[in-house]
């Protein structure tokens, strides 16, 4: 008797495969509507975003920004017992990943308290409703949803062995003297923001002439002058060719910018922040008959159908959106329409609101000012108001906020909100909800502003 034939089984309606964002939110789902569910995740649960993105991140530029806030207060009169303070790595640490354990204890307790079958091992798709797992065991399903995420990249460069990747930024217990970072998009520009605050002397590379190349021009164009005036030197259009070992120690960067060659003195750290991929090798999805991209991701149509009838995914590892929220979001939605009845539940990827925590942060819903022109061209009408927030202009800090709304026609509807500046991470939310309604800058303005706040400006536009 073949050795397949002998393997134990299990029967489920929905086997996930991957514990992120994304898959715990489908397993939630769908067993809070009845569903026996298995989830399979050989690490730790929570994925990128607990364990190596959003929520160690967030941790990381709190912290960057307690340091930045304590040297605002030195200057306006507060007498600080050390100039500029310095942060215990290790006690702040110890705080981040308690944080992180608590999350850990919190998922593995709901998914015991919903029935869920969690499996500490990886997933291999045999067919749309079989499952076999590294463990001997052969799961056979309904369905399949595939959440497995993604994972960053290490670009085919000479010497790329002498850098860490994005992830790598986590294993650190102190801030390194010179950091390079290589790449241009907003982990880059995160992480950037928060070694220069905590210590570090940050240079970034970026292949492009500006940062965030999908986000607005003007907006970007005023963050990287904050980021200049904290410290951070911006190489712009320098790809990255090769890294070097120095000869007394570190690793010297050759570029291909208008200054080409080796970069005189060496980095004690270099990361890449050059993109990521979806984790879908070895999983025989192909195999299978599930359609992958160009770039290995998972193509799914608007319903988060794939092309293998009865497997699904969701989240970075189908090459969209990659934002934890539209991970859950797609999940939900998903489950409600596979197990709750709703057949017209799906996620609308459109105005998707999102935040770039650099510093100061940036957040964006809608268009960009460069979109709407090419869709509506001469409709479109921009608002926008550049100041100092109050905090940094009583310091007489050169950091400056610009505020942001791009409006179309006569009614002035608001199909795009851009900003930047102290706070705009919790702004945001609220008016991206009037932007989804079809806000109009008419009705903004119907709205009696609160004074002094930076929001203000957006209903004063």
Known sequence: MSQTATRPQADFDLVVIGGGSGGLAGAFAAAARGARVALLEPRELGGTCVNAGCVPKKAMWLAAGLAERMALAADLGFRLPEAPPALDWQVFIAHRQRYIANIHASYRRRLDEAGIALMPCRGTLRDAHTVDTDTGVRLRTGRVLLATGGHPLRPDIPGAGLA??????????RAPARVALVGGGYIAVELAGVLQALGSRVELFARGPRLLSGMDAEIVTMLQANMQARGVRLHLESPVAALKAGDGGGVRVVHKGQAQGVVPEPFDCVLFATGRRPNTAGMGLEEAGVELGERGEVVVDAWQDTSLEGVHAVGDVTGRLALTPVAIAAARRLMARLFGGQADAKLDYDNVPTVVFSHPPLATVGLTEEQAREKHGAAVKVFT?????MMTALADSPQRSLFKIVCVGEEERVVGIHLLGEAVDEILQGFAVALKLGVTRAQLHQVVAIHPTSA??????
């Open 385 to 389: 108001s550049n100041f100092r927030p």
């Open 164 to 173: 860490g990747v994005s992830d790598d930024f986590f294993e650190l217990t």
């Open 456 to 461: 203000e400006e957006l209903v004063l536009l």
